[in-house]
């Protein structure tokens, strides 16, 4: 009868000890979901035409045709990574490169990040401002187009992914992004 009581005891310990070397390694959530902003400014301030957006997928190995690393060095996507989480700008040719190899996958994984964060593919800025509902770890990356009547601006961005966050869009002759915390 002692036996089985520390039988019992040392599978207590031993849950306990496995429940403590498991945890050491998990990674909690900073916030589970949030808002990621953008907002399109002018560099002289003039009044921005009726300003679009659309989002569509995003094929990855589609960019490392557009940025090949014989040519663009071995890490530059890595690189070029880091900053989805603001949205890098590509040119509209590397969009319509990427564009044409979209496969079901990609519209598949769109579908569901709209459908999860209630976001529509596309829809117009409310001055110069739009917000995506985001999940924390939705880290897929899209194509983002912001359009006037004249002109379109392409965007590699995590448009549902992460925590509360704004970028900041200068639409100039070279439109840039610039990250605000």
Not at 84 to 92: C, H, V
Request: proline content about 4%; aromatic content about 12%.
């Amino acid at each position: 009868m002692r036996v089985n009581k520390w039988k019992g005891s040392l599978k207590v310990f031993l849950l306990l000890i496995l429940a403590a070397i498991t945890s050491s390694y998990a990674r909690s959530q900073a916030c589970g979901q949030g808002v990621f902003t953008i907002k399109v400014y002018t560099m002289n301030a003039s009044p921005l035409e009726r300003m679009s957006y659309e989002i569509f997928p995003l094929n990855y190995d589609s960019l490392k045709a557009v940025y090949p690393p014989e040519k663009y060095g071995e890490h530059y996507l890595d690189r070029f990574q880091y900053n989805w989480s603001r949205g890098t700008i590509i040119p509209s040719e590397h969009a319509t490169r990427v564009l044409d190899t979209v496969s079901e996958t990609t519209i598949g994984w769109l579908n569901r990040g709209l459908y999860h964060t209630k976001n529509k593919k596309s829809g117009f800025l409310k001055e110069g401002v739009v917000r995506f509902g985001t999940i924390e770890t939705y880290t897929v990356p899209y194509l983002l187009r912001l359009s006037t009547e004249s002109e379109s601006v392409w965007m590699v961005v995590h448009v549902f992914d992460g925590c509360d966050r704004t970028s900041i869009v200068l639409w100039d002759d070279r439109p840039q992004v610039v990250v605000r915390r």
